[in-house]
């Protein structure tokens, strides 16, 4: 049980911002929300996280919604090397795994 | 600082042989945890430590066995090896307050058991 939804599959311009949203519904309180990638077959990469508010780092933004109940995260100018797979998770400090669903796989074109 | 450093990155074994998968981290990590990825598939795990001589068990432990006997190191064995083990195994660590740490992942070691 993954417990979050994606879109399996989005294209985005070179240049452009690319947004990818993300359902978590049933998220409880202690849970933030996660962002990995995965390019190609190499180990995921951590991106962002967080709790309520949203939050940027030199990789991307992420915004949630007031009500917790979906995110997005958003490379402000994607890259031919942002190609990989993304996966929002959540986790809290009881979780000992995180539960990776089929993610968004992100294709930028040039 | 190399991170998270897993040998080999490539491992074909027989149906019956037994090996040891190494991971180390050099990030003063306490937790530490073993996935494996099937083609096509999320990341599922396999087992995991909270700290030293702490191991537990995760989704899929059968199969396989793991030990921590210093933070730095958490090895993985496939005790008789399997086709059902054929997969990317991907170990991982992170701070013991993971929420506000994240993982880090290692580049992975592709078995295949013929």
């Known amino acids: 049980d993954a417990k979050t939804t994606q879109p399996p599959s989005m294209d985005c311009a070179e240049g452009r911002a690319a947004n990818l949203p993300c359902n978590h519904s049933?998220?409880?309180?202690?849970?933030?929300v996660y962002w990995y990638r995965q390019i190609h077959s190499q180990g995921p990469q951590y991106i962002i996280h967080?709790?309520?508010n949203n939050e940027t780092n030199e990789m991307a933004s992420l915004i949630i919604t007031e009500d917790r109940k979906s995110s997005t995260l958003i490379l402000p100018h994607a890259t031919l090397r942002d190609t990989a797979v993304y996966y929002c998770i959540r986790q809290s400090n009881a979780g000992n795994m995180l539960t990776f669903g089929g993610g968004t796989r992100l294709m930028v074109k040039p | 600082n190399a991170g998270v450093t897993q040998t080999p990155k490539f491992q074909v074994l027989k149906t019956g042989q037994s090996m040891t998968l190494q991971c180390a981290q050099d990030m003063n990590h306490e937790y530490m945890s073993w996935y494996r990825q099937d083609p096509g598939m999320g990341l599922r795990l396999i087992h995991y430590?909270?700290?030293?001589?702490?191991?537990d068990q995760g989704e899929v432990p059968n199969g396989y066995n793991v030990s921590r006997s210093t933070t730095e190191d958490f090895p993985l064995r496939l005790l008789s090896a399997a086709p059902s083990q054929t997969s990317v195994y991907f170990c991982?660590?992170?701070?013991?307050?993971?929420?506000?740490?994240?993982?880090?992942f290692g580049s992975g070691t592709r078995l295949t058991v013929v």
């Open positions: 967080g709790l309520k």
């Open positions: 049933t998220i409880s309180g202690n849970e933030y």
């Open positions: 430590s909270v700290g030293a001589g702490i191991t």
């Open positions: 991982a660590s992170s701070y013991r307050d993971r929420v506000n740490s994240g993982y880090t």
